[in-house]
């Protein structure tokens, strides 16, 4: 099974940028679809993008499409999510998942990260 450690989740001011880094060890990433969720307080899971590397494939939630931006590098073994014009009510706690071969957003996501928290202030 693949282990997977999120950074990058910070305090910005609305309008601002962050770039979330996972950094996967134990198995290559190219034979993933890894996945980018998360969870705000007293809200469920929410997917966010996708991207099979081994195809490119990506997938975004219609709602960040035009801010966030995934992307791997497979000698690193780490996937990105770069997320622009941040609002308040993207403050949640993020989360890197892997969901071994081709995925979708609903496939069996069953490796995740701790989670990093990004708190977004008016």
């Known amino acids: 099974q693949v282990q997977l450690v999120e950074s990058g989740g910070g305090l910005v001011q609305a309008g601002g940028s962050l770039r979330l880094s996972c950094a996967a060890s134990?198995?290559?990433?190219?034979?993933?679809?890894m996945g980018w969720f998360r969870q705000a307080p007293g809200k469920g899971r929410q997917f966010l993008a996708l991207?099979?590397?081994?195809?490119?494939?990506?997938n975004l939630r219609d709602s960040v499409k035009a801010r966030f931006t995934i992307s791997g590098d497979n000698a690193k073994n780490t996937v990105f999510l770069q997320m622009n014009s941040l609002e308040p009510e993207d403050t949640a706690v993020y989360y890197c998942a892997a969901c071994l071969g081709s995925c979708s957003r609903y496939g069996l996501y069953d490796s995740w990260g701790q989670g990093t928290q990004v708190t977004v202030s008016s």
């Open positions: 991207l099979r590397l081994n195809d490119g494939i990506t």
């Open positions: 134990g198995r290559p990433i190219s034979t993933y679809t």
